[in-house]
Structures are given as C-alpha cells and as structure tokens.
C-alpha cells in the first residue's frame, strides 16, 4: 500500500532558518533545492545559510545561554524535555513522511524508530535532575573544603547526516537541553526537513528562542560553524573525511570536539553459530536503509565448513527483498539518497569484479518504470573477497556485503581488526567461551554478541581509531556536554 498522505510542513513554501526563535531568510536571499529520491520531483526549497547567518545563530544562542536559559532549573529542563517528547509522540507520523520524502528511508523502518526516539527523549529528560558535582577529600595543610560543579559546555555546534535526520537531530539537542547548553544545529543538505520542523517543535515545548536555532546549508554552512570563535563544542556525525575537516577547522579555538564518524564493521558467523538466526540478521545488518548505516555489518566473515552454505542463505534472503518507493508500506529497501550517492555506490560495483571478488547477486541498479527516475541499487553480495580489496577496505555505504571465509580464531580477530575503522562488530557463536574472548579482543566501539545492531539511549555508542572519539548514550553522553569547576572553600 502507498501512503499517500503528506506532511503539513511540505507545503510549497520555502524554508527558512530558524534562528533566535523566529523563521529568517539567509542574508544573501540564497536558496538551495531538496529532491526525492524516489521520485527525482522537488520536495523543497531551503535557505542556504552562509557565515553571516551562522554568526547570527551562534550570537542568538550566546545570548539565550547566559540570559533566559541560564535561570531554568535542572526540574524544569526536564519538564521541557518531557513535553517535547509528547509533543514528537503526537506528530511522529509526519515526522517520519519527511524523512522517508526527503531521504528514502521506507516508510515502516521509519516508523519503527517511534520507540527508539521516545526513549531517547524520556532518557535525557530524566538526564537533566541527575547532574550532580562530588565532594573530595584533600591533603592541603589548610583546612579547605573541596568539591566540583557540573557545568554547561556552553554554545554548542551540531552538524548531523542526511541518513536519519530526525533521530540525529534529537541526540544532539537532547543532552544540549539537559544540560542547559544552547546549539545551532546544522542538518544534511539531502535531508533537512525534519530537524527544521524538530526545532520548531522544542519552541512549542518551552524552548526560550535562541536555545535551539536550525541553519540549512552546504559543507559551507558547516565549516562556518566548526570554526566560529564562540562555539565552545562541535558534536560531528558523518564520514570521516568531513570529520578531519571539522577538527582542523575548531583547532584554532581548541573547541571540544565528539566524533561518531564512518566504519568498516567486522560482522564474524562461527561454524558452530545458530545459522538460521544469523542469515537475516547479517543480511540486514547490511541493507537496512540500503546500507546507509554507519556501523553496517559490510565485512562479513564465515568459517570455512558453513561459508558457501552462508553464502547461499544470504544472497537467496537478498533476493527476497521487496525493492521499492519509500513510502510503500511493503517496501523493505528504499532508495540511494541522491544522485551523488548512487554514483559512489555504483563505483564499487564496479570495482569488485575488477578486483577478483564473485559477485553472487545484486550489482546493478534496479530499472523500469518508477525505478527509472530515482537512485535503487539491489542488494550486492560479493564472496571471496580478499582483505586488501577496496571494497573490503573503503566505507561504501549501499547495500553491498563483503563475504570473506576464515579458518580458525587467532586468524578472523586479526582479520577483523586490520581496519583503520572501528566503529562496530558483531560475533555469532554458541560458545559464551568463544564469545566472549573475541569481544575483548575485537577494537570496536560496540560488540553484538548472536545479533546485529540494537541501540539505546542508556549504553554508550562511538568509536575507537578513525571512527571517532566520544560517545553518544550512556553517562557519556551527557559528559560531553558538561564541564568540571574544581571548588576550594576555606573553613
């Protein structure tokens, strides 16, 4: 079944900025175009912010931190966060139209991040009356009392990617409200529509203006932000090339700086693994969201006895797969989100031939009638696949699955961790024994041990090497947000 109700914020109009509270055109009058993916027909037209209206962001949220914002207590930041949950709740249906319209996702993927997103908001909410300092012993020969502060980092500079715009934008605000911070919250030029409507929705909550502000742009826009002199914290997701841009650009401020950047997942099924339960879940931990996942099972290693039958399993639950519009109640596999995305993914399906690698399906762009005027590519499996294949290096971010066999343990953990990434890994085994070794031995930001990818606000998601630095979840997340004042009192 389509659906073919539409949002209320896709409305012909074109979007504006959202800074200090009210909707504003970029100073230039420039705009910039958003298309769907399914169909290539325009959804939007955006203001295109340039450095002039990304110093007027960052001015309105210096001026909300230290004036109105300053006075909320930690219980009524918390009554802001609880009600910007209910209010999300309400218009999450529309929510999620925007971003399956904008970037692809289909419809009941997007749909069933509801659950994830309430938690989420509820669990930052509950984050705000929970900040606390701690009182120290000292050995100063003058009798002082010592103890510490929990403060607000301050003005904080968010930029999200374009492959879950309204979850992304939610886990930058939502430690930024807790913790009494202000932010300028840059989304993905591919998918800005929902983070515009979710800042509209904190000023309904309670927000004062200028707390949260919203600026639509390029990479631009972005390094603006990273480089501005009176952002105190950036807080990146995206590749990691933009990353290295990010760090160099807040370098001269020395800004603090979370990183969730790209991966190269190891994903390992043992001989002695439950074989029916691993098939789909290593297969999804590729495809879903057509692979547009940052901590995406793609390397995906199966001892020799099971290999080919793996092999088989996977490629035949790929071909299974309904491939269609995003907004297709059926579809399981969306759409590339752009043009320029399909390009890079097409790439790499040509390259993995080149390099020797057996492409057992997929490989191809899907064609003929709709399909004609968006960005699908079937889901790829590649098999025999050598470690120093680009395919098996390089972060493709489509739905294309690297199979590689191993032959014993020592072998695969090694394997795995020859990667400059190190976002993600999963393990399949019966043996506890087995399992848990390879989690302490695997450099990974998150192990899933007999399942692939599950995410909640209360366990700490990042990265080790050149996956980045930080975390987002747990005690950590809030962390980032906070600085600590040392206090000496003499009695």
């Given at each position: 079944?389509i659906?073919?109700?539409?949002?209320?914020?896709?409305?012909?109009?074109?979007k504006?900025?959202?800074?200090?509270?009210?909707?504003?055109?970029?100073l230039?009058?420039?705009?910039?175009?958003?298309?769907s993916?399914?169909?290539g027909?325009?959804?939007?037209?955006?203001?295109?912010?340039?450095?002039?209206?990304?110093?007027?962001?960052?001015?309105?949220?210096?001026?909300?931190?230290?004036?109105?914002?300053?006075?909320?207590?930690?219980?009524?930041r918390?009554?802001?966060?609880?009600k910007?949950?209910?209010?999300?709740d309400?218009?999450?249906?529309?929510?999620?139209?925007?971003?399956?319209?904008?970037m692809?996702?289909?419809?009941?993927?997007?749909?069933?991040?509801?659950?994830?997103?309430?938690?989420?908001?509820?669990?930052f909410?509950g984050?705000?009356?929970?900040?606390?300092?701690?009182?120290?012993?000292?050995?100063?020969?003058?009798?002082?009392?010592?103890?510490?502060?929990?403060?607000?980092?301050?003005?904080v500079?968010?930029?999200?990617?374009?492959?879950?715009?309204?979850?992304s934008?939610?886990?930058k605000?939502?430690?930024?409200?807790?913790?009494?911070?202000?932010?300028?919250?840059?989304?993905?030029e591919?998918?800005?529509?929902?983070?515009?409507?979710?800042?509209?929705?904190?000023?309904?909550?309670?927000?004062?203006?200028?707390?949260?502000?919203?600026?639509t742009?390029a990479?631009?826009?972005?390094?603006?932000?990273?480089?501005?002199?009176?952002?105190?914290?950036i807080?990146?997701?995206?590749?990691?090339?933009?990353?290295q841009?990010?760090?160099?650009?807040?370098?001269?401020?020395v800004?603090?700086?979370?990183?969730?950047?790209?991966?190269k997942?190891?994903?390992?099924?043992?001989?002695?693994?439950?074989?029916?339960?691993?098939t789909?879940?290593?297969?999804?931990?590729?495809?879903?969201?057509?692979?547009?996942?940052c901590?995406?099972?793609t390397?995906?290693f199966?001892?020799?006895?099971?290999?080919?039958?793996?092999?088989q399993?996977?490629?035949?639950?790929a071909?299974?797969?309904?491939?269609?519009?995003?907004?297709?109640?059926?579809?399981?596999?969306?759409?590339?989100?752009?043009?320029?995305?399909?390009?890079?993914?097409?790439?790499?399906?040509?390259l993995?031939?080149?390099?020797g690698?057996?492409?057992?399906?997929?490989g191809?762009?899907?064609?003929g009638?709709?399909?004609?005027?968006?960005?699908?590519?079937?889901?790829?499996?590649?098999?025999?696949?050598?470690?120093?294949?680009?395919?098996?290096?390089?972060?493709?971010?489509?739905?294309?699955?690297?199979?590689?066999?191993f032959?014993?343990f020592?072998?695969?953990i090694?394997?795995?961790?020859?990667t400059?990434?190190?976002?993600?890994?999963?393990?399949w085994?019966?043996?506890?024994?087995?399992?848990?070794?390879?989690?302490?031995?695997?450099?990974?930001?998150?192990?899933?041990?007999?399942?692939?990818?599950?995410?909640d606000?209360?366990?700490?998601?990042?990265g080790?090497?050149?996956?980045?630095?930080?975390?987002?979840?747990?005690?950590?997340?809030?962390?980032?947000?906070?600085?600590?004042?040392?206090?000496?009192?003499?009695?």
């Amino acid at each position: 079944m389509i659906e073919t109700r539409r949002p209320t914020f896709i409305d012909g109009k074109p979007k504006k900025l959202l800074i200090d509270g009210r909707p504003v055109d970029a100073l230039s009058g420039e705009t910039f175009q958003s298309f769907s993916p399914s169909t290539g027909e325009l959804v939007a037209e955006l203001a295109l912010a340039g450095a002039e209206d990304v110093d007027r962001a960052v001015r309105a949220a210096r001026a909300a931190f230290e004036g109105p914002w300053s006075r909320f207590k930690p219980a009524e930041r918390q009554a802001v966060l609880l009600k910007l949950a209910d209010l999300v709740d309400a218009e999450f249906d529309d929510l999620a139209l925007l971003d399956c319209i904008e970037m692809g996702r289909p419809i009941t993927a997007a749909r069933g991040l509801r659950g994830m997103l309430q938690r989420s908001l509820r669990h930052f909410a509950g984050a705000a009356t929970a900040i606390h300092g701690e009182t120290l012993s000292n050995s100063f020969p003058v009798d002082l009392l010592s103890y510490t502060l929990r403060e607000p980092v301050g003005v904080v500079g968010a930029i999200i990617p374009w492959n879950g715009p309204l979850f992304s934008a939610a886990w930058k605000v939502g430690p930024v409200l807790a913790t009494g911070c202000a932010i300028v919250l840059k989304p993905a030029e591919d998918a800005s529509l929902s983070p515009l409507r979710f800042g509209e929705l904190c000023l309904e909550a309670g927000v004062p203006p200028g707390v949260v502000n919203v600026v639509t742009g390029a990479g631009e826009t972005g390094g603006a932000l990273s480089a501005h002199p009176d952002v105190d914290k950036i807080a990146f997701t995206g590749s990691c090339e933009t990353g290295q841009r990010i760090i160099a650009a807040s370098a001269g401020t020395v800004k603090k700086v979370t990183m969730e950047l790209g991966g190269k997942s190891p994903n390992i099924i043992f001989a002695d693994a439950d074989l029916d339960m691993a098939t789909p879940a290593a297969a999804m931990g590729v495809f879903n969201n057509s692979g547009q996942v940052c901590a995406a099972g793609t390397r995906l290693f199966v001892e020799r006895p099971v290999y080919e039958d793996m092999v088989q399993r996977i490629a035949a639950f790929a071909k299974a797969l309904k491939i269609g519009p995003s907004l297709d109640t059926d579809t399981q596999i969306g759409p590339l989100v752009s043009a320029r995305q399909y390009a890079r993914v097409s790439s790499y399906l040509e390259l993995g031939p080149m390099e020797g690698a057996r492409l057992v399906t997929g490989g191809e762009r899907v064609t003929g009638g709709a399909f004609d005027k968006g960005h699908w590519v079937a889901p790829t499996i590649f098999a025999d696949v050598k470690d120093e294949m680009r395919i098996a290096r390089e972060e493709i971010f489509g739905p294309v699955s690297c199979i590689m066999p191993f032959d014993d343990f020592d072998e695969v953990i090694a394997r795995a961790n020859a990667t400059r990434f190190g976002l993600a890994g999963g393990v399949w085994t019966k043996d506890i024994g087995k399992a848990m070794t390879a989690v302490k031995r695997i450099r990974a930001g998150s192990i899933w041990v007999n399942h692939y990818f599950a995410m909640d606000p209360s366990v700490p998601f990042g990265g080790y090497k050149m996956s980045g630095f930080g975390r987002e979840g747990g005690a950590e997340h809030i962390d980032a947000y906070l600085q600590t004042k040392g206090v000496w009192i003499r009695t």
